[in-house]
């Protein structure tokens, strides 16, 4: 059975999420395979927080190259969550 940390890999800290604080809203890195009710339900458990919406888009993998190889780096997904008016998730602040 898939536990709410399988679901929720780590929140992101970018600058794009730092601008979205004042909205209420978070990202996460999630597992590939999670839907949209799975990923609200690991939130709510982990953190003790109301979820409102969740939206969720996979991120493409980019070539790179290291000296003569070529990779490829791996797709994951990434979620949007916007939480009730009041909640607040206190490690995204930091």
């Known amino acids: ?14 600058e794009k999420g730092s601008e979205l604080l004042p909205e209420n ?17 690991a939130i ?3 953190y003790n ?9 996979i991120m493409q993998g980019k070539w790179k190259r290291l000296r003569f190889k070529e990779g490829k780096t791996p797709e994951w997904k990434k979620a949007v969550v916007t939480l009730k008016e009041g909640n607040s998730i206190e490690s995204a602040k930091t």
């Not at 990202?27 to 999670?34: E, Q, S, T, W």
């Not at 927080?49 to 888009?57: M, R």
Request: glycine residues 0%; without cysteine; proline residues 0%.
């Open 25 to 41: 809203k978070y990202l996460f890195h999630v597992a590939m395979d999670a839907n949209k009710v799975e990923i609200k339900q």
């Open 49 to 57: 927080v109301k979820v409102v919406k969740v939206n969720t888009s």
């Open 1 to 14: 059975m898939k536990t709410s940390y399988d679901t929720i890999k780590n929140i992101l800290r970018t």
């Open 44 to 46: 709510e458990e982990i």
